[in-house]
């Protein structure tokens, strides 16, 4: 019997530069090898998005698995460290709380932390937030910065961090690595696609002055657009503006703070909500907001006031639709970043989409047949991803007890998912967390929106209540003591940048 023979992929094309596009262009580089020839075609005259400028700790993995050297890579993007974000006037006004990249306390029974700190938050016995037991927050509200202990015995093993950078200048720095790795870049506007008659495949692509670039394999890069994936392809576009309603966003510039705050703030605002992220050159700001509920020209002058004197830079104004490609993968084109969906930055999972992305394909890498089970497959697994993702961002507006403004009563009133509705039924009731161990968000993640945003539970878990033996009232006092001498150590966040990572930019 005759082997089948599998002819591998000898041409790569990505249409679309930005972060996704030379996230993609890197990975494959260093993955790939010189067997493949990668291009990315991109125009200067087209620029990208660049705004997304926070992320979540699996990027240090991305980094990693590149082999990038995080000190480098920070001074590098002008970036700074992220421990999480704290969210301001989402519950309510006048109200804030943190959600940590990390554990809530420590554990120190077979019980979990949090199920103790509800049987004791529900009795009376703490009358402060679960965010006293963060030790990310302890660290986020006092600027300082370390590195976490890899000794899982150690308060300081118990937080996470990612990074804020210039979204612009990683894109560059990984121009750079790409290249290295012989990547080869063409200067180009793509202004037509050629599908193949019989298979409907995409053949190759026409540039502005008659180039044509042709491909085996094409990774869609190209932004809001789809230029490939739903403008040559028409893979379709599902959308779920009814549960996520914001559809602009108003971003700019502002001066650079003297002390580097180490973590994300979004502030709710009576239309959407905006961000504010520190990097060592400058500060990123945006506004966040659905059209239907104020104006474009109303919500610029929102952040232009917000900012003052601050103000760095003009501001840019982007239209979106939140939702996802019904494909991700249709055909002989694979869509990553905005292409493939877009998800608003409110948990900064931009970045981190493009990079499962990416390892999704890598893991699922066709060969010249490019057998749709492959497709089959990263298609599903995507569109869960998309959707658990979705379920987590729309908790923010549903959970709220806002009702001084349009957004905040639709929000409250509106039905959500069923998959989100089940997850919120069982922690009011029961103080349990239902999740998949796939999802991306865990369950502290989950905890901070739940308590931070007033979904609290009718009861304590069960087991917590059985076990009243345990010292924890002790335990708690021994960790909230060990949180602040850990902290108390600690270098700033600013001091921290300066001896480790200071960036050019930001002289």
Same mark, same amino acid.
């Given at each position: ?451 931070? @945003?007033? *979904? ?5 878990? &069960?087991? !917590?209540? $059985?076990? #009243? +033996?345990?010292?924890?009232? =002790?335990?708690? @006092?021994? *960790? ?5 001498? &850990?902290? !108390?150590? $600690?270098? #700033? +966040?600013?001091?921290?940048? =300066? ?9």
């Amino acid at each position: 019997m005759a082997v089948n023979q599998r002819v591998p992929i000898e041409q790569v094309l990505i249409v679309g530069g930005g972060s996704a596009g030379w996230m993609t262009a890197a990975a494959l580089a260093q993955t790939l090898g010189p067997a493949c020839r990668i291009t990315l075609v991109e125009s200067e005259e087209i620029g990208t998005v660049g705004v997304g400028e926070a992320t979540i700790p699996p990027i240090r993995h991305f980094n990693q698995r590149l082999g990038i050297d995080e000190a480098t890579f920070v001074r590098e993007t002008g970036g700074s460290y992220k421990l999480g974000i704290e969210f301001v006037d989402w519950g309510r006004l006048g109200h804030s709380y943190f959600h940590p990249f990390g554990q809530h306390g420590a554990e120190f029974d077979t019980v979990p932390f949090y199920h103790y700190w509800m049987r004791e938050h529900l009795a009376g016995r703490i009358a402060g937030p679960i965010d006293d037991f963060s030790m990310g927050w302890a660290m986020a509200r006092a600027g300082k910065f370390a590195h976490p202990s890899p000794d899982r015995r150690m308060i300081q093993s118990t937080y996470d961090y990612a990074y804020h950078f210039d979204a612009v200048l990683y894109a560059r720095f990984l121009r750079g690595y790409a290249e290295a790795r012989g990547v080869k870049r063409v200067e180009g506007k793509v202004v037509d696609v050629a599908l193949d008659g019989a298979s409907g495949d995409i053949r190759s692509v026409t540039l502005d002055d008659g180039r044509v670039l042709e491909a085996e394999l094409f990774i869609d890069c190209s932004g809001f657009r789809g230029l490939l994936i739903e403008g040559a392809l028409e893979a379709g576009y599902e959308n779920w503006q009814h549960w996520l309603p914001c559809d602009r966003a108003v971003a700019a510039p502002s001066l650079r703070q003297a002390g580097i705050a180490p973590y994300t703030r979004s502030t709710a605002r009576t239309a959407g909500w905006q961000w504010r992220i520190p990097l060592q050159h400058r500060t990123g700001n945006g506004y966040v907001h659905c059209n239907a509920f104020i104006g474009e020209q109303e919500a610029h002058d929102t952040l232009v006031d917000s900012l003052g004197d601050e103000l760095a830079g003009d501001p840019r104004l982007l239209r979106f639709v939140t939702g996802r490609r019904r494909a991700f993968w249709h055909r002989n084109c694979v869509a990553i970043g905005l292409s493939a969906g877009f998800m608003e930055p409110l948990e900064s999972t931009s970045l981190h989409l493009i990079q499962y992305g990416i390892l999704r394909l890598l893991a699922l890498f066709p060969d010249k047949a490019m057998s749709p089970l492959l497709a089959r497959e990263y298609n599903a697994q995507t569109a869960v991803e998309y959707e658990r993702i979705r379920d987590f961002l729309i908790l923010h507006y549903k959970a709220t007890e806002r009702d001084d403004a349009e957004l905040w009563r639709y929000c409250a009133a509106m039905p959500v998912p069923d998959s989100l509705q089940y997850k919120i039924d069982h922690f009011r009731e029961f103080g349990v967390l239902v999740a998949d161990e796939r999802e991306l968000f865990n369950n502290p993640s989950w905890i901070a929106v739940y308590l931070g @945003q007033g *979904i609290v539970p009718e009861r304590a878990p &069960a087991m !917590a209540t $059985m076990r #009243s +033996h345990v010292p924890v009232a =002790e335990r708690m @006092q021994s *960790i909230a003591g060990a949180m602040q001498d &850990a902290v !108390a150590a $600690m270098p #700033s +966040h600013s001091q921290f940048i =300066e001896q480790h990572c200071r960036s050019a930019a930001a002289a």
